[in-house]
Every structure is written in structure tokens, then in C-alpha cells.
């Protein structure tokens, strides 16, 4: 038999050397590589006895039936947008997030939900029996007929939940807590985490249960452990926000079974998650109507409208190279805005410090947010504050030339209802729908320097 040699697996991607090393090949992370117990001989495969023949199963035809997933919607319904519409049978989701941003909480009140009439198990690796029902209490669902246990062994917990009734939903808190006997490895290691997913979403697939893995993010915002999970898993969710604010974010990265642009919008109160149905009122509450330097931008977030404010800080800089910082935003699309506001609207940026940043802890990927960040930067740069009542979208292109995007319609009515009377933005394609507000539709960015620069000289005029 073959002498056993000790493996060593980097915890950021999953590779496996023969050796230590400082750096591992793979993902090029630095201190990633741990030395784990070697997994046995040839995995779960060899376990099984061998056949001299493949069981035969039947092909079916690509154009045969099969009904709409079936869904159980939590009753949340800013979770279930997310989800794109509830949990599917026998589907496993991942949800991410930093320590402390409230994952417990919103898995508790979405279990607590489902509970009604519903077998229902939350297990718990992270927390004692009696914290968690000390926060079930505080959240006021002390009386939800949800089954706790606080237990971190996986052979333990499938046997538990395959006793009875398959659970429609069984959450698991954390992923990382979970260690399997199959693997030798500490709980929390690559090889232990892989191991304790697989069993644990072994048995989802074959009773339908839906299951929810609460994962650990590291420090730059990934998933902690291998993200061989995240391929394993239907969905990945991440749950974002920052201390600083109450709003959090809950946002599909991965769905098989939904859409992945949708947003769940969230507060977090004294008494747990409140949901917010209407975000574009709480992330423009308390604006600052009459500083230069901020712009409302009308985005999308999926199918639902949001209404954001975007700040910028143009300043003389000191230093010999110029700071650039953006919060919720791309920074190389800052950049580029720059570089275009330099080549095509005559400024000047190269010896000031920029600053953008995205009011109320949101993020924004959509390159429609160009117009509304050049509209802020340019009002900050010349001191001339954007009228009150207006709202910028429209993506900036190397050129100079502002092009449109998707969902105009739904932007500009999203701003009529919150009271805005006037957007800019690029002009419509073809025959365009009547616009609820009035539009200022703007073909190049030369356009919006030369109106904002217009109205800090009408404002200095006597
Ligand atoms: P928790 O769900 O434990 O976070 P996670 O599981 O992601 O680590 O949430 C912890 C934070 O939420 C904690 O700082 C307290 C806060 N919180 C409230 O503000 N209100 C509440 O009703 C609850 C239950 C928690
Ligand atoms: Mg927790």
C-alpha cells in the first residue's frame, strides 16, 4: 500500500500541491496554502462497490414536459425577488456576507415565515440553542414552530433531518462550522467545507428540501473557503452593507432558478429586517439639495427603478500624483469619465484630487451611471450646484458621445413619481413613448460641461 503523504490545499482556491509553498500556483494568493490530512485514496467513488456494468437510464426528448419548478415563496417578498420568486424544491442556496451584517437575523425571520404550516429546521454551528432563541424572541417569532439544534456533524444532521417529513427548508449556519468524518481535515479547511456541502446537498437533491448554507466572506469580499461551493450550489446570495448604515442589500450572484440583477432592499431595525419596498425614497432621503458636487442618478436593479445620489469631491491636490477614491462605484469607470471629461469637455483634472461616492452604501455596476457621475464631478469642479428637480442617466463612451440604454421609460417614471420634473439624458432611439417628465436629451458630454458651467455663471451674476 502506498505510503500516505501529507496534501497541502491552498483555503482560496482548492489547489492541491505535493509541498508547502508561500504562493500558491493557482490563484497566485499569498499564505493560502495549509497542510491538511490527505483525503482518502479515491473519494466517495471507490466507497461504492464496483460494477462490471453502467446501469442503463432512459434519454428523453429535449421538447417533453416538465412543469414550472415548484416554489414556496418565504413570504418575504424582498427575499423572494431574489430568489426570483421563492425556494425551489431541492434547490441549495449560498448565502455570503460579512460577520455581523445580519444573516442569522434574515434566515431566522425567513424561516420563522416559512414555518407556518411547514417542516422547518435551522441548525446552527455558530451559536448555543438558547442565543438563537434569545434572538427569535427579540425578532418576536419566539412562537414560529422552527426545529433548532446546534450541531456541526453532517452525518448526524442528515440522519436527523431524513427522520419524518422531509423539511421544506433546512438552514444551515455556517457552511464553515460543518466537518464531515469522510474527510480528515479540521472543520473550516477547503477539503472539510467541500465535503460537508456535498453531503448536505446530497440529501437536499434527494428529499426536495430546500436548503440555505450561510457562508463566511474573508476580507476582500469572497466567499470564504473553496469556490468549488459556489459551483456546487443553484444560487450564491450575497448580503451586503456597511456598518455605517442600515440598509442592506441582499444580491444573487449566481441563479440558476432566477434572475441574478435583482436586489432585495432591507433596514435593519431594533426588531430585525424590515423590508423596504420603496429603496429610491430612503437612499435619496436626506439629500443635500443645494451643494454643488451631487447628481440623482436614475439606475435599474433588475426590473425595479432605483433613484440614487451620486457625490463628488473635485479638489486642488497636494501631491504630486492626485488621489482618486471611489466608494460603490468602478473605479476604472471613474477613470474613464475623467479621462473623457479631459479629452472632450475641456477640463482640467490632472492636478486634483477626485472623490465619488455613491450615497447610502449602495453599488453600482450599471455603466448608465456615467452621465450622473460626470454631471457631479463637473458640478464640483465648478462650483455650480444641478438644479433640485433633475435626474442624469446615460452611458458615456470613449468618444464622447452620450448612448442610450436600456428601460429609459421605467427610469423616467420611477423620478415622476418622486417628485423630479426633468431628466437628462441621451436622446431616445427611434420614435420614443411619451416621456413622463420633461427629457433635455444630450448627444455629447461637451453638452452637459457647457450647461453646468452656464449656470455657475448665472448664479454669480448679480
Ligand atoms: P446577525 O444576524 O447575527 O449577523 P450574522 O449572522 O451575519 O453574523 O446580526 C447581528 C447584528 O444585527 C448585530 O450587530 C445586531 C444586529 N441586530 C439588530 O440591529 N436588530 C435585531 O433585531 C437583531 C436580531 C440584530
Ligand atoms: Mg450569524
Given amino acids: 500500500m502506498a505510503k500516505s503523504h501529507p496534501t497541502f490545499v491552498c483555503q482560496a482556491c482548492g489547489a492541491v500541491f505535493g509541498r508547502w509553498k508561500g504562493r500558491c500556483e493557482a490563484c497566485g494568493g499569498w499564505n493560502t496554502v495549509v497542510e491538511e490530512a490527505a483525503a482518502p485514496a479515491a473519494g466517495p467513488v471507490a466507497l461504492r462497490p464496483v460494477r462490471a456494468k453502467g446501469r442503463v437510464f432512459p434519454l428523453e426528448a429535449l421538447a417533453g414536459e416538465s412543469r414550472e419548478a415548484p416554489r414556496t415563496p418565504c413570504g418575504i417578498a424582498e427575499f423572494d425577488r ?42 446552527s454551528g455558530e451559536e448555543a440553542v438558547a442565543q438563537v432563541r434569545l434572538r427569535a424572541e427579540r425578532l418576536g417569532l419566539a412562537a414560529a414552530p422552527v426545529e433548532l439544534a446546534a450541531e456541526t456533524n453532517v ?23 460543518m466537518w464531515t468524518e469522510t474527510v480528515e481535515s479540521a472543520p473550516g479547511t477547503v477539503t472539510q467545507v467541500r465535503g460537508s456541502a456535498q453531503a448536505l446537498i446530497r440529501f437536499a437533491k434527494s428529499r426536495g428540501t430546500a436548503l440555505i448554507l450561510v457562508g463566511h466572506v474573508t476580507k476582500d469580499g469572497q466567499i ?26 441582499l444580491r444573487a450572484v449566481k441563479n440558476r432558478f432566477g434572475p441574478t440583477d435583482e436586489i432585495g432592499v432591507f433596514e435593519m431595525t431594533d426588531r430585525g429586517l424590515a423590508e423596504v419596498p420603496n429603496p429610491s425614497a430612503l437612499f435619496l432621503a436626506g439629500r443635500d439639495l443645494a451643494t454643488p458636487g451631487t447628481a440623482v442618478f436614475a ?136 416621456a413622463p417628465i420633461d427629457t433635455v436629451p444630450l448627444g455629447h458630454i461637451a453638452d452637459l460641461v457647457a450647461g453646468i458651467a452656464a449656470r455657475g455663471v448665472r448664479r454669480r451674476e448679480p
Wanted: hydrophobic share 50%.
Fill in 155 to 177: 452525518e448526524d444532521i442528515v440522519a436527523t433531518l431524513s427522520e419524518g417529513e422531509a423539511p421544506a427548508l433546512a438552514v444551515i449556519d455556517s457552511i464553515q462550522t
Fill in 299 to 434: 439606475g435599474m436593479e433588475g426590473t425595479r427603478p432605483l433613484l440614487v445620489e451620486i457625490q463628488a469631491l473635485v479638489a486642488p491636490s497636494a501631491l504630486g500624483t492626485p488621489r482618486r477614491a471611489v466608494v460603490g462605484w468602478d473605479p476604472s469607470r471613474l477613470s474613464m469619465v475623467l479621462a473623457v471629461l479631459e479629452a472632450h469637455g475641456g477640463l482640467r483634472l490632472g492636478q486634483h484630487d477626485v472623490y465619488l461616492n455613491v450615497a447610502g452604501g449602495l453599488r453600482i455596476a450599471e455603466p448608465a451611471a456615467d452621465l450622473a457621475a460626470a454631471a457631479a464631478l463637473v458640478s464640483s469642479l465648478s462650483g455650480a450646484a444641478l438644479p433640485a428637480d433633475t435626474v442624469y442617466f446615460g452611458e458615456v463612451g470613449l468618444s464622447g458621445a452620450v448612448r442610450p440604454v436600456a428601460q429609459a421609460q421605467a427610469r423616467l417614471k420611477e423620478a415622476a413619481k418622486l417628485g423630479f420634473s426633468r431628466a437628462v439624458s441621451p436622446a431616445p432611439r427611434g420614435e420614443a413613448e411619451r
Fill in 82 to 123: 431574489v430568489t426570483g420568486g421563492g425556494f425551489v424544491r431541492g434547490s441549495v442556496i449560498l448565502l455570503g456576507g460579512d460577520p455581523g451584517i445580519g444573516k442569522s437575523t434574515l434566515l431566522m425571520q425567513a424561516a420563522a415565515a416559512l414555518a407556518r404550516g411547514r417542516r422547518v429546521a435551522y441548525i
Fill in 224 to 249: 470564504a473557503g473553496p469556490r468549488v461551493v459556489e459551483h456546487m450550489v443553484d444560487a450564491v446570495v450575497s448580503f451586503e452593507g456597511d456598518a455605517g448604515h442600515h440598509f442592506r442589500i
